[in-house]
Structure formats: structure tokens, C-alpha cells
């Protein structure tokens, strides 16, 4: 049942009872009959839906309309059809959009992952012209759910909207301390490394992004977002680029004896550098991820080893 | 809805961690209509067209689809077309690409297109493509590569890719690929295994997979497999049956099916199957829904789970329909491969 803070203080009436509807006929689905056992918040549906598909045949777009729609909203926020109705009716009233604001922030907090409520607040935000809110509503969402992916995609919208990447670094490292596993925060830190042309990724940029992954990495080995966010720094650049790289890996693999990725990470540094050394190495790093380094994808390592033996044949 | 003793069947004898419960799960599909007086299906009302789609989808897999109303569910799809050509969730719903897919899937299975306005579909469809190559889901613009594959799929079953701009609609997709691999909603948002079937499956119809390295993406899709054999979506996430799906058939497009354990995620799979009321649910214990119903059996099929029909893993649907519409994605384009081989 949906959570709505604010309308728990509104006891519902049955429409029929309600004077100021009393000139709407109400539309019932056409269903069938009625079950023989009707229970309490079913009464409560059909009605509401009933007496909303009257005013949407009418297309009324008044204040009870308004009214209905956050009624009906209450009862089901995922009903898309009333939110598109209550934007056309906001359109049609000139509506205070600060409210609506306000409104939609409430339902969100109940709601924090129905597409329908992130899209309208998107809607009012942009007719408002006003990002100034967003940071902080995405910021409360995270800190129920660390990983919603609405959250983060509107703060990644805000912020390209708003120009506002200050302070987007140190947000992250907040939440990377409090839990060092957030993937969505190492997605959310190449956002702005890579995004953020105020910034090139120079290889010093490049250099203390491996160090910061390296400090994160060293509080869970075993978490892939560190490696995998290392890895993601040499996309478009080869890892001879940075030369310590390699060793750095190396050393890692070597400390962290069981970890697949610090051996995976290192393979791919092997396999690029493509040499009949580096390569004669991998095979001996696949031989240790298919033993019993992870075991579960040995099939996919056992690939990738024809490959390299393919590599070093003569040619 | 309790069996008595009488009724028991020789199913319910099966053990369901090996087992997959067929005739319960058929019954449990059946009968949903008929449960008006529940909360779940009030909630559910604004999408059950797409309710229609899973369930349909899920009887033909369990090799069942004859036993399913025909007539009844054409007429009730059809009567969800709004004046703008698109498809809501229900009746007196606006329309909105997610329902219109699921129409247009429930009327190619029971071959019921002749009962619609196909051409005030594409019409409806074609215009939600962006500048950009993007899809808003509907004339509000809410912007996901969601959109791009159910736009892509709508108009490839209708014949009619014609009327979008299909290098910008890839163009976009690729724009949505991540530092991992793997692809998210919109340009930076985070890898999320929902959105790579999507943006996976839609350039399989687009004839656009060279965009995709086959081997860094099945990785990407391998790591989603947990020691105890279910897949989640993203790292450090749950494992969900409805992933079995969107991983599955996101590999089983680029050709790297093998690379997951599939006896450990069946046993996954059957363990989420409700041994009383029937259906399966996203995780084991949890109550059942049509949805993960139809992506467990799925995802089964997928993977070789035995007497269980074959579906298509760009359309979502059995590939005779694809055969009988002349649909052959296969030809149109292949990933590529890490420049390694």
C-alpha cells in the first residue's frame, strides 16, 4: 500500500457522500461481477477509480480534478495515467509550482523508486527553472537506498543542468568511507572525472585517481568497483601510459594472494602488453583463476587461455 | 489457494528444488484474472496489459498457450488503443510505449493484429525517436535506452523499422555504454543488467551489435552470477530471478550463453518457485508474481531446461512468430571481438 505521509490524515469518504461530487456519474470498470468477498481498500480503489475516470472522460481540469488526482495517486503511485492528468490539469490551472514541489518530495520520500514521481519532479523542477533543491533530495534518497538508480540518475541530470560538479568529489568519498562496495559512486566518480570539462584527465589526474582506488581497495580486497574502476582509467589510454602501473598490480597480486581480481586486473595489463614474456605470464595467472582463483567462471577462463595460446603461437 | 487432498496431484509429490512445477505454475497464471478481491490486483491494474503479455509469454514457454483465451484477450487488448495509436496499461489509460509493446507482443502470439489500427501504432511510435536517436516513453519525454528496445521492437514486429532513424537511435545506444562494459538508462548512468538487455536487444534488431566486444561485455554479464548460482544486476547487488532474463538473453544475443553455470542458476530458479500457490517469485521465499514467473521459465528455456518451448532473446517471444513475420535479426549485424583473437 502506498506510504503517503500526508494523506493518512485524510480520512477517505466514500465519493457518493462527498458534496462537491455529487453531480459526477461514475465510471465502473468493465470487469464482470463483483467478487463475493470484497475487502475494505478494494471499495476504496474502485471508487476512487471510478469517479477519476469520469472526470478523465470529461478531461475536467479544475481544482477537484487536482483533487482526484493526488487521491488516486495516494492509493497507487504507479498509475501513470493520473500523473500525466494532474500535469495537464497543473498546465491548464497555473498551478504554484513551489508546491508542487513540496508535494512531489513528499510522495518521492515514500516512493523512492517509482519512475512516474522522479519524472514529474523532473517536470516541475524544469518548469521552475530551479535545481537548488536537487542535490540534497538525491542525497536523503541515497541515504535510504545507497544505490538507487533514479537517485543517481537525477543527480547526474541536476548537476549537468546546474553546472554544480563542486563538492561532487568529496560527496562521493563520503559515501565510498561509509561503504567502500557502493558501485554506484565509483560510477558516480568517473561521471565527474570524465564529464567535468573543467578538468582534462591528465595523467597526474590519472595518477591520483589509481591512488585513491588503491586506498579504497585496501578496505575490501574483494570488492570488484575498485578494480573495476582502475581498470576503466586506462579506456582510451594504453597502461604503459603510466608506467609504475603494471608493478603496482604486480605487487597487489602477490599481496592479496586469493584475489581474482587483482589477478584479473594484472591479466589484462599481460594481454595487452602482448609480448611472448607477458603472455607466457598470463597463461600462468589463467591456470591460477581457473584452479582456484574463481573457479565458478572457469569456462570463461578456459577461453581466454586458447586465446593466449593462440597468441603466442608463431606466425 | 490450497489444494485439498483429493486434488493432489503427482506434482506435488515433486521435490520443487529440482523440479519445475509446470501444471501449478499454469494454474497460478490461469487463475489470476479471477483475483479481483485481492490488493495485488488493484495495484497492478495500470499495467496489466503488460500483466497480459507475461502471462501469455510464460503458458507458451510451459508449452500451453492453447489453454489461454483468445478471443477474450484480443478484444481486451484491443481495447486499450487510445486515440493517439499507442497502447495503456488497461482500459481509459493513456498510452505509453511500455503497454504498447506488450500489446503488440500478446497480438503477434495469438496472431490478432488485423484487430488493431497497426498503422496509428507506428505513427505513435515513430514520433517518440529524439533528434539525438533517443525514445521518450511517451509525449511527457521521459528519455531511457528502455525506450530505445521497446520502439526498436514494436516497429520490427509491425515491419516497420523503416520510419525511425535507426543509425541515431544506435548512435545514442552507444553513447550509453559505461567504462565496464556494460550499458545504463542514459549517457554516465551506471551499468545495470536491465538496461544492457535493452540497449543489447536493440541493436540486435537494429542491426547495430559491432558496436558491442562481445567478450567485455559477456564478462561484465558473467561477473552477475553469485557463488550460490543466481544473477544479480549490478556488483554487489541481489540476486533476482527476473535477471535470469536480462543477462541471459543479453549473452545468449552476443553468443556467450556458456559463460554462466547453468545448473547452479537452475537451482537457483527453481528454488524461487512457490510450491503452494504456484508462480515464482524474485527471490526464494518470496511471494509470487507473473512477472518473475514468465522470466524464470525464461530464463530455464534459455538455458536448456528440458520440454520448455524456445524464446527468442532480442524479441522475447517464440521464434516461430518470428519465423512466420520473416524476422531474422541474426543476419543483420554480429558483435564484435576483442581485437585479442
Keep these: 500500500m502506498s506510504d503517503s505521509e500526508d494523506e493518512s490524515d485524510i480520512q477517505y469518504v466514500p465519493f457518493n457522500q462527498r458534496e462537491e461530487?455529487?453531480?459526477?456519474?461514475?465510471?465502473?470498470?468493465?470487469?464482470?461481477?463483483?467478487?463475493?468477498?470484497?475487502?475494505?481498500?478494494?471499495?476504496?480503489?474502485?471508487?476512487?477509480?471510478?469517479?477519476?475516470?469520469?472526470?478523465?472522460?470529461?478531461?475536467?481540469r479544475s481544482p477537484r480534478a487536482l483533487e482526484i488526482s493526488k487521491e488516486v495517486i495516494a492509493l497507487n503511485p504507479a498509475n501513470y495515467t493520473a500523473w500525466y492528468f494532474r500535469r495537464n490539469v497543473l498546465e491548464a490551472l497555473k498551478s504554484d509550482l513551489t508546491e508542487e514541489l513540496a508535494y512531489v518530495s513528499k510522495v518521492g520520500n515514500s516512493n523512492p523508486k517509482n519512475y512516474q514521481i522522479w519524472f514529474h519532479r523532473r517536470w516541475v523542477v524544469e518548469h521552475l527553472k530551479d535545481y537548488s533543491h536537487e542535490l540534497s533530495y538525491c542525497a536523503k534518497q541515497v541515504e535510504g537506498d545507497s544505490k538507487n538508480y533514479h537517485a543517481w540518475a537525477h543527480r547526474q541530470w541536476a548537476i549537468q543542468m546546474n553546472g554544480q560538479w563542486e563538492g561532487e568529489l568529496d560527496y562521493i568519498s563520503q559515501l565510498l568511507t561509509e561503504d567502500v562496495r557502493n558501485n554506484s559512486a565509483w560510477n558516480q566518480r568517473y561521471f565527474v572525472i570524465t564529464k567535468n570539462r573543467a578538468i582534462p584527465l591528465t595523467d597526474d589526474v590519472i595518477r591520483r585517481e589509481i591512488d585513491y582506488a588503491f586506498s579504497y581497495m585496501q578496505k575490501a580486497p574483494n570488492n570488484q568497483s575498485s578494480w573495476t574502476y582502475m581498470k576503466g582509467l586506462f579506456l582510451n589510454r594504453p597502461y604503459n601510459s603510466i608506467p609504475e602501473f603494471k608493478q603496482r598490480i604486480e605487487e597487489a597480486k602477490s599481496?592479496?594472494?586469493?584475489?581474482?581480481?587483482?589477478?584479473?586486473?594484472?591479466?589484462?595489463?599481460?594481454?595487452?602488453?602482448?609480448?611472448?614474456?607477458?603472455?607466457?605470464?598470463?597463461?600462468?595467472?589463467?591456470?591460477?583463476?581457473?584452479?582456484?582463483?574463481?573457479?565458478?567462471?572457469s569456462k570463461y577462463w578456459i577461453w581466454k587461455k586458447e586465446n593466449v595460446a593462440r597468441l603466442m603461437q608463431p606466425q | 489457494m490450497e489444494a485439498t487432498n483429493d486434488q493432489k496431484t503427482s506434482e506435488q509429490t515433486l521435490d520443487p528444488k529440482t523440479n519445475l512445477l509446470r501444471d501449478l505454475h499454469k494454474r497460478y497464471i490461469v487463475g489470476l484474472d479471477a483475483k479481483k478481491d485481492t490488493f495485488e490486483y488493484w495495484v497492478t491494474e495500470h499495467l496489466r496489459v503488460s500483466g497480459m503479455y507475461w502471462g501469455l509469454a510464460a503458458m507458451d514457454v510451459l508449452q500451453s498457450l492453447e489453454e489461454m483465451d483468445r478471443k477474450y484477450i484480443i478484444d481486451y487488448v484491443a481495447s486499450c488503443q487510445t486515440s493517439d495509436g499507442g497502447f495503456g496499461g488497461n482500459v481509459e489509460h493513456d498510452a505509453h510505449l511500455l503497454y504498447t509493446l506488450s500489446a503488440i507482443q500478446?497480438?503477434?502470439?495469438?496472431?490478432?493484429?488485423?484487430?488493431?489500427?497497426?498503422?496509428?501504432?507506428?505513427?505513435?511510435?515513430?514520433?517518440?525517436?529524439?533528434?539525438?536517436?533517443?525514445?521518450?516513453?511517451?509525449?511527457?519525454?521521459?528519455?531511457?535506452?528502455?525506450?530505445?528496445?521497446?520502439?526498436?521492437?514494436t516497429l520490427a514486429l509491425l515491419k516497420r523499422l523503416d520510419t525511425i532513424n535507426g543509425e541515431k537511435a544506435i548512435e545514442f545506444i552507444v553513447k550509453c555504454k559505461n567504462f565496464d562494459g556494460g550499458f545504463g538508462a542514459v549517457p554516465g548512468a551506471e551499468s545495470h543488467a536491465g538496461?544492457?538487455?535493452?540497449?543489447?536487444?536493440?541493436?540486435?534488431?537494429?542491426?547495430?551489435?559491432?558496436?558491442?566486444?562481445?567478450?567485455?561485455?559477456?564478462?561484465?554479464?558473467?561477473?552477475?552470477?553469485?557463488?550460490?548460482?543466481?544473477?544479480?544486476?549490478?556488483?554487489?547487488?541481489?540476486?533476482?530471478?527476473?535477471?535470469?532474463?536480462w543477462v541471459l538473453s543479453s549473452l545468449a544475443i552476443i553468443d556467450r550463453l556458456h559463460w554462466?553455470?547453468?545448473?547452479?542458476l537452475h537451482s537457483f530458479i527453481l528454488d524461487c518457485q512457490d510450491d503452494d500457490a504456484g508462480g515464482i517469485a524474485d527471490r526464494p521465499g518470496d511471494i509470487a508474481d507473473v512477472y518473475h514467473t514468465f522470466f524464470g521459465v525464461a530464463g530455464l528455456s534459455l538455458t536448456?531446461?528440458?520440454?520448455?518451448?524456445?524464446?527468442?532473446?532480442?524479441?522475447?517471444?517464440?521464434?516461430?512468430y518470428l519465423e512466420r513475420l520473416g524476422i531474422d535479426w541474426r543476419s543483420k549485424s554480429s558483435p564484435s571481438q576483442s581485437t585479442l583473437l
Design chain 2, 304 to 320: 536448456g531446461f528440458g520440454n520448455l518451448n524456445p524464446v527468442d532473446p532480442a524479441f522475447a517471444i517464440n521464434p516461430k
Design chain 2, 106 to 153: 500478446v497480438l503477434v502470439m495469438l496472431d490478432g493484429l488485423d484487430s488493431i489500427n497497426v498503422e496509428a501504432v507506428v505513427n505513435f511510435v515513430s514520433k517518440l525517436q529524439r533528434e539525438d536517436g533517443s525514445f521518450s516513453g511517451d509525449k511527457w519525454g521521459e528519455i531511457d535506452t528502455r525506450f530505445s528496445y521497446i520502439a526498436s521492437c
Design chain 2, 195 to 245: 538496461q544492457v538487455f535493452c540497449c543489447v536487444g536493440a541493436l540486435a534488431i537494429l542491426g547495430g551489435l559491432q558496436h558491442i566486444d562481445a567478450d567485455v561485455l559477456g564478462w561484465w554479464l558473467a561477473e552477475r552470477q553469485i557463488k550460490e548460482g543466481g544473477l544479480n544486476g549490478r556488483p554487489e547487488k541481489l540476486p533476482d530471478v527476473c535477471y535470469s532474463w
Design chain 2, 260 to 264: 554462466i553455470d547453468h545448473k547452479k
Design chain 1, 21 to 60: 461530487w455529487k453531480d459526477v456519474v461514475p465510471i465502473p470498470q468493465d470487469d464482470g461481477p463483483h467478487p463475493v468477498c470484497v475487502i475494505a481498500y478494494t471499495d476504496q480503489f474502485s471508487d476512487t477509480l471510478n469517479y477519476f475516470r469520469a472526470i478523465l472522460k470529461k478531461d475536467e
Design chain 1, 255 to 297: 599481496k592479496y594472494v586469493a584475489n581474482a581480481h587483482a589477478a584479473t586486473l594484472y591479466l589484462d595489463i599481460l594481454e595487452k602488453e602482448a609480448t611472448k614474456e607477458s603472455l607466457e605470464a598470463a597463461d600462468k595467472v589463467l591456470d591460477d583463476l581457473i584452479k582456484h582463483l574463481d573457479t565458478l567462471h
